[in-house]
Structures are given as structure tokens and as C-alpha cells.
């Protein structure tokens, strides 16, 4: 890893996912997937299972109509600010870029084993300044989504 004495601190505001359009036939499929689900539950007589599916039915809803914040981003020598929150440099083992449609995101892998990826979108304005003061200080890595993340893209969750 390269370690530099200093740097200029970029700033950026960004939402904190990318909110997908979802038209009234995708909630009509979540209705209809959550009744047979309901239906196999009464037929088993699965009663928490019952209540696992309409708990997360409505939490589901309740995601999907919840506008994503905008967030206030900050890179200086320390690591990335997200609002109060640090990711310090020694904490990150190394970050990929990753694009969907017109959006661009960096994504910071975590030394820890179980962590999460953490994804920072970014406006393409910033995005060499970005990717630069990350790569003075992280080694970059091919970013590819994972299973998860693609049937979250394919759901429009």
C-alpha cells in the first residue's frame, strides 16, 4: 500500500442507492407472490412462516416507497466520510468501480472476512479525482455483482 502525507479533500453529495423505477404491475407481482406464499403457509399450518412473509411484505413496501437520502461524502487523509461515519483506509483492503446505467459507484472492500461491501455512489464529474485519491492508497480490483446484487437489480428492490 502507498502511503501519501497529503491530499486534496474532495467533497460530494450522492443518494444512497439508486432509487428504480417500479411500475403498478411490479406490486401487483409482489401481491400475487405473497398470497400463494400465504396460501402454502395456511396449508401447511406454518404459522410463523406466515408471519416472516407478511413482515417482510410490508417491509418491502414500506423500502420501495422510502426515498433514498442524499448523503454527504467526504475523502481526506483519514479514509471516507459518509456523513459521520469513517471508512479508514486501514480498514479497506482494496476498491472496484462499478457502473449501472448512467451511475457510477466505487465500492470499498472491507478487510474484515463477514463485513459487507460498502457502495459509494459518485458524480462522473469527480469520479478521476475520486478513483485517483483512492488509488494513491488502495490497490484497485476487478468489481463484479454478486448474486445478490443481481437479483436485487432484477427485482428493482
Known sequence: MIMVSSTEEISWEAEEYIARDRNAWWYVGLVAVALVLVGLAVLLQAWTFLAVVVLSVLALVVYTLRPPRTLHYHLDNDGLW???KLYAYADLKGFGIIQEDNHFAIVLMPRKRFSPRVTVYFPESRGEKIVDAFGMR?????????????LIKFLRI
Open 138 to 150: 488502495l490497490p484497485m480490483e476487478e468489481v463484479k455483482l454478486d448474486l445478490l446484487d443481481k
Open 82 to 84: 459518509e456523513d459521520q
